[in-house]
């Protein structure tokens, strides 16, 4: 088994997979809206964090260096599907099976509302924001995966968080979902 | 500050990342400005919202295709070239795992014979600011947990009840009534009443008739003490018809019907023969055994602890309404057991044990007599104990939850279901510190909910809500607050605190937990009495010290303030009309006043007041 070693700790690369498939999966997938691109998103992250973690600094912060990575081929994907066609993000019809513990209480209109605002703010918002509300980064740590100065992160959650709420409102006030 | 700057800083804000002197001219701003704190209620709204998307997870397949894919085996050379021995790589140093609190020395939960053997602490993720603020981690940790442990759950719960079973023994059969009753002049007259203590002695009054004078309930040969509690409602039924209380001068736990008849003494003595009852009260055994008093919810059992041996080592007895026979809970284990909590289907009976300062929980179901340890793996520190104990409200799934630390610094959250497919651990709700927890099982659509009081640099800090339910996070109820007595409606859809309270007055406040919306209701508002919700959760009394202000939900949450003005010690809706509550005055105009909230009047119905609360009974 390929296996990642340092003085304290042995990993392999499976274990580094099973630590970070599901926060990662779940960043990409709520960053592009598309199950199946984030099937391949979430493939490509994983092999080049594999392929560049032997050449990494020591003092490296794998969390956020992976959500780097996958923050970036996200913004790729996107950049790429802007200049191919637009793809509507997934009917929740398909959503996934293994949707985990799922609020019971959440209604389902809601979660729709919630996704389709997000879908509508800019990207780099929209990455900001998920990162501190869903994977609950610090804003060093966002600064970290979204390269950007950590001064920045408070202006980026700031508008994203305006963005956001505009967007909901809209919605919400029955601008529809598109 | 104005507004466009303020939505500027709104944000930062809400994560605390604002300088001081820009927080506190938020702040300031906020007090005044509804556009701005609706903004931030809805940025706290929206966080929670997002917080709250279902976390999806890749398909199982992705690993193989990953794994198998071209580039994996060439970068680990074994493309096209099978069995070969795979390269190693030395590599940056991975995340450490934070040390976990179970470190060596510290005091730990003991496995109590009986109970589930000792297994390793859940698999949960270490505390960390992270998990304090989004429990995603601690979801996922736990599905891995409950993947590791499923296929013991059946057999484990199987063997963990049954190993336990024990006929319990009858400690008494029969009880004896009171040599002296305080009705000379036969039963009062069925109907809605409301009780009240007053003088060691417990009183009541019947609503609906003409004649509007206390009637006194208790002999003159007990003292009630302040403890006392009434049978939950039966269905079809307003409110509950029977009250237990302790005797303070003999030690003996009495049932008694609301309109005086059947003052029953419970045979089992609550202390060692010859020991002085009033030396005991004040001690912790003392508190302990007051305060254990608990109904089932079918009204067919009380619960209730006692010492008879002196050795302060409380035992739990279960007194049957039906037969007379009280029953103690078999448990071997050393140790004083106290807060009683019975499920909602009235079958089980949770209890904390403390043994050499640890703490344990144990699930005592009465119909197979199965005793269940339940506490194994709970990360406990010295001079921890369990602060609220309570239930969810499934029938179906009955589980225990609990906060667990000391008062003012409550470090856990926990929660484990029972019964069949039970989870063999207790699966951590919330880890971190932690003023306050407050459980409400009508919470979350009646699911179950605790709030939590934040701790910042030790004191109250804000308000947060989290669902009885694995991996659930937290929801933001208000932002910048220093929040005191906060308290759940009855119907778990509202929230109401005092902020920055100060000689027990503060501001008053109301939050929607379903939105997250924060009102502010009203300034210099007393902790004493507490506000009390009406039945309907729809209207809240408050006092000012003076005055006497009733919130209305569906009329703009404004305050009418009523006509009857002085310092009210006690609140009770009615449970037959709403807009009608009875309110307790002392010092100038003492008394007791039922209040029409619709037509602002009052008429008064005792002219001595009641210490403590006024509870509601109906005998058919």
């Known amino acids: 088994m390929a296996r990642a070693e340092t003085k304290e700790n042995s990993w392999s690369f499976d274990q580094i997979y099973d630590e970070y498939k599901t926060p990662i999966y779940n960043y990409v997938y709520h960053l592009v809206g598309d199950r199946e691109q984030a099937d391949d998103l979430t493939q490509d992250t994983f092999l080049k964090a594999f392929r560049a973690l032997p050449k990494m600094d020591a003092n490296l912060k794998l969390s956020a260096w992976l959500y780097r990575i996958a923050t970036n081929t996200a913004y790729d994907a996107l950049r790429r599907r802007k200049l191919i066609a637009w793809l509507p993000w997934q009917d929740l019809d398909h959503e996934p099976a293994d949707v985990e513990s799922a609020d019971p209480q959440e209604i389902y209109g809601t979660t729709e509302l919630v996704r389709a605002a997000l879908r509508r703010m800019p990207q780099q918002y929209r990455a900001a924001l998920l990162l501190y509300t869903q994977e609950g980064f610090s804003y060093s740590e966002i600064a970290q995966a979204l390269n950007i100065a950590e001064s920045g992160v408070k202006m980026y959650l700031s508008r994203a968080r305006q963005s956001f709420r505009e967007h909901y409102r809209a919605l919400e006030q029955g601008g529809g979902i598109k | 500050m104005n507004c466009e700057r303020v939505e500027e800083l709104l944000s930062a804000y809400l994560d605390n990342a604002l300088a001081p002197e820009e927080w506190q001219e938020v702040t300031a701003h906020l007090q005044t400005c509804t556009k701005c704190s609706v903004m931030l209620a809805e940025f706290s709204r929206n966080d929670a919202l997002i917080s709250h998307l279902p976390r999806v997870s890749p398909d199982p397949v992705l690993r193989n295709r990953i794994f198998s894919s071209p580039e994996f085996l060439e970068l680990t050379g074994t493309f096209d070239v099978s069995g070969e021995a795979q390269k190693d790589w030395t590599v940056p140093k991975l995340p450490a795992k934070s040390p976990r609190r179970d470190t060596p020395g510290r005091p730990q939960l003991v496995a109590i014979p009986g109970g589930r053997s000792t297994s390793p602490t859940p698999s949960v993720q270490p505390p960390s600011s992270r998990q304090r603020r989004n429990s995603g981690n601690l979801r996922t940790s736990f599905i891995v947990l409950a993947a590791t442990v499923i296929l013991a759950i059946g057999i484990g719960s199987f063997l963990s009840l049954n190993s336990w079973r024990h006929q319990t023994q009858t400690t008494n059969s029969g009880a004896i009534t ?203 520190q010295a001079g921890d104990i369990v602060l609220s104990l309570n239930w969810s409200p499934s029938l179906d799934e009955p589980a225990i939850t609990c906060s667990e630390g000391v008062i003012g610094h409550i470090h856990s959250l926990w929660i484990r279901r029972v019964g069949a497919g039970g989870a063999i651990e207790p699966g951590r709700l919330l880890v971190g510190d932690y003023v306050q927890a407050i459980y409400n099982r009508n919470g979350n659509n009646r699911n179950g909910s605790w709030l939590i009081v934040t701790s910042v640099a030790g004191r109250a800090g804000d308000l947060w809500r989290i669902d009885v339910v694995p991996g659930s996070g937290f929801v933001p109820l208000t932002s910048g607050k220093q929040v005191s007595f906060a308290q759940w409606s009855a119907d778990g859809v509202h929230v109401d605190y005092l902020d920055a309270l100060t000689s027990g007055v503060g501001t008053f406040h109301i939050v929607n937990v379903r939105t997250g919306v924060d009102s502010l209701i009203a300034t210099e508002v007393v902790n004493d009495p507490a506000p009390a919700w009406s039945t309907d959760g729809q209207e809240l009394a408050y006092s000012t010290g003076t005055r006497i202000g009733i919130v209305n939900l569906q009329a703009g949450s404004r305050t009418l303030f009523l006509k009857l003005s002085g310092m009210a010690s006690t609140f009770a809706w009615s449970v037959t009309l709403s807009h009608q509550i009875v309110v307790a005055l002392r010092n100038m105009s003492q008394g007791i006043y039922m209040v029409d909230t619709l037509h602002n009047t009052s008429l008064q119905m005792d002219q001595l007041g009641a210490s403590g609360p006024i509870e509601w009974t109906e005998i058919p």
């Open chain 2, 178 to 380: 009171p040599p002296i009753g305080p009705l000379q002049s036969g039963p009062l007259s069925a109907g809605v009443r409301f009780v009240f203590l007053r003088d060691g002695a417990l009183w009541s009054v019947l609503t609906n008739s003409s004649n509007k004078q206390a009637d006194r309930l208790t002999s003159s040969s007990v003292m009630v003490a302040a403890s006392w509690v009434v049978s939950p409602a039966q269905t079809g039924r307003l409110a509950g018809d029977m009250l237990a209380y302790v005797d303070l001068q003999r030690a003996f736990v009495h049932v008694i019907r609301s309109d005086g008849q059947r003052d029953t003494i419970i045979k089992q003595p609550l202390l060692k023969t010859g020991i002085q009852p009033t030396s005991v009260w004040d001690t912790d055994t003392g508190a302990t055994i007051l305060n254990s008093l608990a109904w089932s919810n079918d009204g067919s059992m009380l619960a209730f602890v006692a010492d008879p041996t002196g050795t302060g080592q409380t035992r739990l007895y279960i007194y049957s309404t039906e037969t007379g026979i009280t029953q103690i809970v078999p448990l071997s284990a050393k140790g004083s057991i106290s807060h009683p909590v019975w499920s909602p289907d009235s079958i089980r009976v949770a209890f904390e044990l403390i043994n050499n300062g640890s703490v344990s929980i144990f699930d005592y179901n009465t119909q197979n007599h199965g005793l269940l340890a339940i506490t194994n793996g709970l990360d406990s």
